[in-house]
């Protein structure tokens, strides 16, 4: 369906949550190292990830790995807070790549210069300093998903 990547996640929960979010969807979950934790079998089976060997998963080095082998084009969507373009006005397809930075730093500042076009916000209030990763990550694909769903 969708290719969810998390660039450098730091916090197991929220990518546990993703995880589960990927199966239910049938998006493949590409991470990015580093990583904030470990993904080693016996550390997915301790925290009780029984969904995990369900998820289709893919592991990168590095962003600059991920991106030699996937080439940014119209079907990238860079979620970031730093755009004015909303994510419900992207036009995303089967297939595209949705990209979230790490929970502390956000997507690299010279990818979202170099590709503002491909940048997406969710609206939020001044008072709020961002949503948790994986509600961000759940609110994007669901619209994604409604957009395929209705092509």
């Not at 450098?8 to 493949?28: D, K, S, Y």
């Not at 289709?56 to 755009?83: C, V």
């Not at 502390?104 to 990763?133: A, F, H, V």
Request: contains cysteine; hydrophobic residues 40%.
């Amino acid at each position: 369906m969708f290719n969810i990547v998390l660039v450098e996640p730091q916090i197991p929960p929220n990518t546990g949550n993703i995880g589960r979010l990927c199966v239910n969807l049938g998006a493949t979950l590409h991470l990015v190292k580093p990583l904030g934790f470990d993904i080693s079998q016996k550390s997915v089976r301790r925290a009780g990830l029984d969904y995990w060997s369900k998820l289709e998963l893919k592991i990168w080095e590095s962003l600059e790995e991920f991106l030699e082998a996937n080439k940014i084009n119209k079907h990238f969507h860079l979620a970031t807070t730093k755009t004015d373009n909303i994510y419900w006005d992207a036009k995303f397809r089967k297939g595209d790549f949705i990209l979230f930075g790490s929970e502390t730093k956000g997507l690299d500042k010279e990818l979202l210069t170099k590709y503002p076009q491909n940048c997406i916000k969710i609206p939020m209030s001044e008072d709020g300093r961002s949503l948790n990763l994986s509600v961000s990550v759940g609110v994007v694909a669901y619209e994604a998903l409604r957009q395929c769903w209705e092509a």
